[in-house]
């Protein structure tokens, strides 16, 4: 054998009803490696990941670990081979402790055979510090932020000695820093001789942290390439089969009327004082780093939270919104962070899920349902921005994370919104796909509707806003024309040393 592989998956073959996910693939992973797995949305990288799970079985093909072949095995022997996983959709037991999540399955015992509580506490503490996590080991899982969780996941997938780390989209909702950090830990399990599979739709970071890199294209490997013999535009020819000319297609647009403006808005320590206009026409890029309070100011204007103070006001008319459904009756459309939490109704159709919010929009005089319509409009936006199914009637959780975003992002759009809030729009959506629903954004701002779009990819707020506002621990720092600005003054004002806003001119009351 010329070169000793920790794992050789070869010609891997996997099919579900309707879709042959897997036509064949490789996939080659030496020790202390950390190796890039890149693909568009459907492309087959999470199959590949839970056959070598143990999570599917494949219907062809071989797996060696270790230069021995293994088959027929379950997730809990896949783990006692020293493979463990960090799944794309986060699976933690919410309800229980950090340390509950680090061991589990795997919780230390004392002599008699019980649960070591304490040492489970003390360990628990040093693989939080492997991570750079501070947090109480008995805290609960879900009082934490999804980048802490993450990391929890790490520390698990370390506690448990795992020789090849299996992370499906780790960093898509984590900020530069998180992933920064994330990084470090990363090379760490690398200097121990341990090896990582890392997937990620973000090109830049395949390049800073990957020693070599397979690219899937539907169900096929088609490239084994280290970073340093391609450059990303190579990189994505791989992965799409062509060229993306433009993957910021912003253009200019007559800006109208004030649609939405916000006054002094705050909500429990949540955020304070949040002030802000938007015009028909206009985007609004919100930054900031995760914990900022991003995701709650446009949650709460939504009327998904109560407010504590401040005006709300569409087209000059204050309103109030205790909502999500005065939010809709006031023309707003919302498309949340957190898909599978809050997004998806995982066991209906794709044509459910795409007109759910707009159902009335499909009832007949006759009270019958128009299900041609459903159909058609259904069909309309797989094709527009190119969901990966085999029809119109799958269940939406049988498609890839990416996939099912675009469902979400198909909603949305049908609802026929004036105001639009975008949460993270295009997190976890591949290359080419992006482009198109960049495509898609811009075109909604010349139709005159007025979009709110967080992101903390800030090439994407660059790239997509007229103006930006930048966020700081629960207040705004500042709101930046975007023009003549570069990044590393927009994080500037998210980290809090610049600070130059001003709040609206109300009467205010000094506690
Ligand atoms: N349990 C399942 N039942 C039916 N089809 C499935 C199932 N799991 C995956 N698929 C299909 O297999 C194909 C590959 O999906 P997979 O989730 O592996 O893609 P991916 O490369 O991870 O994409 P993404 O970047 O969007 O996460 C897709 O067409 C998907 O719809
Ligand atoms: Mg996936």
Redesign the pocket.
């Given at each position: 054998m010329s070169e000793q592989y920790l794992l050789e998956m070869n010609e891997i073959v996997k099919s579900?009803?309707?879709?042959k996910?897997l036509k064949g693939v490789t996939l080659k992973i030496r020790p202390g490696e950390i190796h890039g797995l890149v693909?568009?949305?459907?492309?087959?990288?999470?199959?590949?990941m839970?056959c070598l799970m143990g999570i599917?079985k494949p219907d062809n093909g071989t797996i060696l670990f270790n230069g021995k072949e293994i088959k027929n095995y379950s997730v809990r022997d896949a783990m006692n081979y020293g493979i463990a996983m960090i799944q794309?959709e986060l699976s933690p037991v919410y309800h229980r402790s950090i340390m509950s999540n680090i061991f589990l399955g795997n919780e230390p015992k004392t002599n008699l055979g019980f649960i070591d509580w304490n040492r489970m506490k003390v360990e628990s503490l040093e693989w939080l510090k492997k991570v750079d996590v501070e947090e109480d080991p008995t805290r609960e899982m879900h009082e934490l932020t999804i980048a802490k969780m993450r990391m929890v996941e790490v520390a698990r997938a370390l506690a448990s000695d795992a020789k090849l780390l299996i992370m499906?989209?780790p960093t898509s909702a984590l900020t530069t820093k998180e992933v920064k950090q994330l990084f470090t830990t990363m090379r760490k399990i690398k200097e121990m001789g341990n090896s990582i599979v890392f997937?990620t739709?973000r090109l830049d970071e395949i390049f800073e942290v990957c020693d070599q890199i397979t690219v899937?294209r539907d169900?096929e490997s088609v490239g084994y390439v280290k970073p340093t013999e391609i450059d990303q535009n190579g990189l994505i020819q791989l992965m799409v089969g062509r060229e993306i000319k433009n993957l910021y297609p912003k253009t200019e647009c007559t800006k109208g009327e004030v649609a939405l403006k916000v006054e002094n808005l705050s909500m429990g320590h949540s955020f304070k004082d949040v002030s802000f206009e938007v015009r028909h026409g206009e985007i609004l890029g919100v930054a900031g780093l995760v914990g900022a309070g991003r995701t709650e100011v446009i949650e709460t204007i939504f009327g998904l939270h109560k407010k504590s103070s401040g005006k709300i006001f569409i087209e000059g008319k204050e309103v109030e919104i205790n909502s999500s459904s005065d939010a809709f009756d006031n023309g707003m459309a919302l498309l949340t962070e957190e898909r599978r939490k809050d997004g998806i109704f995982p066991i209906l159709d794709i044509r459910f899920n795409t007109t759910v919010a707009n159902l009335k929009h499909y009832i007949r005089k006759s009270n019958l349902i128009n299900h041609q319509a459903i159909t058609a409009d259904t069909k309309e936006y797989i094709k527009k921005l190119d969901v990966?199914?085999p029809s119109d009637k799958?269940l939406i959780?049988?498609?890839?994370?990416?996939?099912q975003q675009k469902v979400l992002i198909s909603r949305l759009l049908l609802t026929e919104p004036k105001i639009i809030f975008l949460d993270e729009p295009t997190r976890?959506i591949?290359v080419g796909a992006k482009s198109e629903i960049h495509r898609l954004i811009n075109d909604l701002a010349h139709q005159g509707i007025s979009v709110v779009m967080v992101s903390s990819e800030l090439p994407e707020i660059m790239g997509m806003s007229d103006r930006i506002m930048v966020m700081h621990e629960g207040k705004v720092t500042g709101i930046l024309e975007n023009k003549d600005i570069n990044q590393s003054v927009i994080m500037e004002y998210a980290s809090g040393i610049r600070d130059d806003f001003v709040p609206a001119e109300t009467e205010r009351v000094n506690a």
């Open positions: 579900f009803p309707g879709v996910a693909g568009e949305n459907g492309a087959g990288k999470s199959t590949l839970k599917y794309q499906d989209e997937i739709h899937f169900g990966k199914t799958q959780q049988f498609l890839s994370g990416g996939n976890g591949d």
